[in-house]
């Protein structure tokens, strides 16, 4: 009986150890997957709280508690995209910490990523909005890092447009991430009750990753663009609930979400968690060319608890790459640029398909519930086009009324820099610098400079935030969308106020400054016998020809002229009965110029000049006919007078 128990032992122990060497050897068999954890968190400037909310409450702790689990340990990194949360942030540190930080960046242990103010929509912003979010934040990296970011961080907005790779290109971006695709490219659905012919053809035809050719008249701009495998989360699998398919059963790794979903990782359930994260990792490589693969881990404001993140995270770090043999693959801490240059080192470029002038819109999910009611994917993520259209309408006059601010910034800095240089002599010219920084007057222009500037820039901040994907597509909560309208307006107030410190300037004589003032009900208050001058701006790079629009009192007559003295036909109406009189009249101006009219308050009846009626008041029209006329046109009407209003 010894002999055949040790003999049984022998086997066994023989057994097992074939078994571990044909792991082994099946493991060496199958490629190298590199998996690649992009530790980060995705902060919306605003959505459900205000931008304000979400930095006190959320995003200053998060990067609190990241700064210092980065700062412990070398082989942690993290990846930050939203620089309107990181520049206050990056304010309230102190030296130490900035330096502390400064290195962090320096050893490329922590990227920004995106690094605009926000992270637009392409679908409403303006591209010229979009430029300016992107320069707010990139200007604050480059000033406090002297880096540019490479990587475009596109991971909410809701469907990707073809102005995106064209405009980042030209902003120095090599590579773009991508999230918000149509479901039924990313997602293979052949199984009941959502059976979708067709489905998952990213998955089938490895294009995940691509080169973006997005515009056919400049075929040189194309941008190495890539599509997160399923979305911006920590990994998660779901399977079908026997028991009501219309509602999945789910577990992942978002360590601070429902823990009965996300368990945390246990010495007891560590080699089952490994075994179900390397399954995910496999699953999805296969859907690209290379055995390169980028996994993020985080979600929308993660890291509150980064000890809880990280802690986990390193143990399935560690327990996976010590079972090399068994998983055959490696994990590790990195940031995208990491996983780029990887790519490129082991993969030919010609290998990634061109894709060429297209979007993804619209962004669609596919739901079971819809499935199941309607037989189709319902979802259609369209409907922010024209929500909330006044906000949308507001946006983009601050956006006008933003480049009118800066254009005059502009005007007025170079009339500094003529000052300046008024007050070297041409002997000392070639000490320009020395001597404008230590004269006293040209330390005042610099610091009147400086000032004009912070007035500038809140506006220009404010309408960087409403580029945002829950800003300006009105997805927001009502209130942060009531916060919004406020930023613009309190950047309104401060760009006016710049305007009229500028014009004051521009329009002063002999070194007096002009009384100047940007009021839309200043023609309200003109009394008999005044005469206004009016100073119109045209900032684009033409010449136009516009209706101007002022508001008027109930009792006004008004006549207009230009700058030479000659009349200018001029109307007063109302746009309904019993609402506001507005005066018009047409404004000819060059480009990049301003120009000044004179409205002339004079009261009394119609005024008649030289015959022809410079004013008209289309609400005392109550006669049974009429006429009206200019030098091009006659209009003339007969009806009955109870029908002439």
Not at 167 to 174: D, N, P
Not at 394 to 406: F, H, K, N
Request: hydrophobic share 40%; charged share 20%; glycine share 4%.
């Amino acid at each position: 009986m010894g002999a055949a128990s040790s003999s049984s032992s022998v086997l066994v122990v023989l057994f097992l150890l074939f078994l571990s060497l044909y792991q082994v050897c099946l493991a060496q068999q199958q490629p190298l997957v590199d998996v690649y954890l992009v530790a980060h968190s995705h902060c919306d400037a605003g959505w459900l709280k205000t931008v304000d909310e979400y930095y006190t409450s959320e995003v200053r702790g998060i990067l609190t508690q990241v700064f210092h689990h980065v700062s412990a340990d070398q082989n942690k990194k993290f990846s930050w995209s939203e620089i309107v949360f990181f520049k206050r942030w990056w304010l309230e540190q102190s030296p130490a910490t900035q330096l502390q930080f400064k290195k962090l960046v320096e050893d490329k242990r922590i990227e920004f990523i995106g690094a605009g103010w926000v992270q637009n929509d392409e679908a409403i912003a303006y591209y010229n909005s979009v430029i300016d979010q992107l320069t707010e934040g990139h200007q604050f990296i480059l000033d406090t890092f002297g880096i540019t970011p490479k990587i475009a961080w596109q991971i909410d907005p809701f469907g990707p447009s073809t102005v995106t790779p064209i405009l980042f290109q030209e902003a120095g971006y090599r590579y773009l991430v991508l999230n918000r695709v149509d479901e039924r490219a990313k997602t293979v659905f052949r199984a009941p009750p959502v059976d979708i012919p067709g489905s998952g053809n990213l998955i089938r035809e490895k294009r995940f990753e691509f080169w973006w050719q997005a515009s056919k008249s400049l075929p040189e701009s194309r941008l190495f663009s890539h599509i997160l495998n399923t979305f911006y989360t920590s990994p998660q699998v779901c399977w079908p609930n026997v028991t009501n398919p219309i509602q999945s059963i789910c577990t992942g790794f978002d360590f601070e979400a429902d823990s009965g979903i996300n368990p945390a990782i246990t010495p007891e359930n560590i080699a089952a968690r490994a075994d179900l994260f390397v399954n995910i990792c496999k699953s999805r490589s296969q859907s690209y060319v290379h055995n390169k693969l980028m996994v993020p881990m985080g979600h929308d404001f993660a890291y509150r608890n980064a000890s809880l993140q990280f802690t986990n995270i390193d143990y399935l770090i560690s327990y996976i790459n010590a079972n090399y043999a068994r998983y055959g693959i490696t994990l590790k801490y990195a940031t995208p640029s990491e996983y780029f240059e990887a790519v490129f080192k082991s993969t030919p470029s010609p290998q990634f398909p061109l894709v060429g002038a297209s979007d993804f819109y619209p962004y669609t999910l596919c739901q079971m519930p819809d499935y199941a009611n309607y037989n189709t994917c319902a979802s259609y993520w369209s409907g922010y086009y024209t929500s909330y259209p006044e906000l949308k309408r507001y946006s983009r006059e601050r956006d006008a009324l933003l480049r009118v601010g800066e254009l005059l910034y502009s005007f007025s800095g170079a009339d500094d820099f003529q000052q300046k240089q008024s007050l070297i002599s041409p002997s000392s010219s070639q000490h320009l610098h020395q001597s404008t920084s230590s004269s006293p007057r040209a330390a005042a222009a610099a610091s009147l400079s400086s000032s004009r500037f912070h007035l500038l820039r809140e506006l220009r901040e404010a309408s960087a935030v409403m580029t945002h994907h829950d800003a300006i597509t009105g997805t927001s909560k009502v209130y942060v969308l009531d916060d919004y309208h406020d930023m613009l307006s309190n950047g309104t107030r401060a760009v006016n106020e710049l305007i009229e410190q500028i014009m004051a300037g521009m329009l002063g004589r002999n070194g007096q400054l002009a009384d100047v003032t940007v009021d839309g009900e200043l023609m309200k208050h003109l009394p008999p016998g005044t005469i206004t001058p009016v100073t119109f701006f045209n900032p684009l790079a033409w010449p136009r020809t516009e209706m101007a629009k002022m508001n008027i009192s109930d009792k006004q007559d008004l006549m207009v002229y230009d700058a030479l003295g000659s009349v200018v036909p001029s109307q007063i109406m109302a746009e309904a009965a019993g609402t506001e009189r507005h005066l018009f009249f047409p404004v000819t101006l060059p480009p990049l110029a301003y120009g000044t009219y004179f409205v002339a308050s004079i009261g009394g009846e119609e005024t008649m000049l030289e015959g022809r009626a410079s004013v008209v008041h289309a609400d005392k029209l109550r006669a049974d006919s009429f006429t009206m006329d200019n030098p091009y046109y006659r209009v003339s009407s007969r009806c009955p007078a109870a029908s002439c209003r």
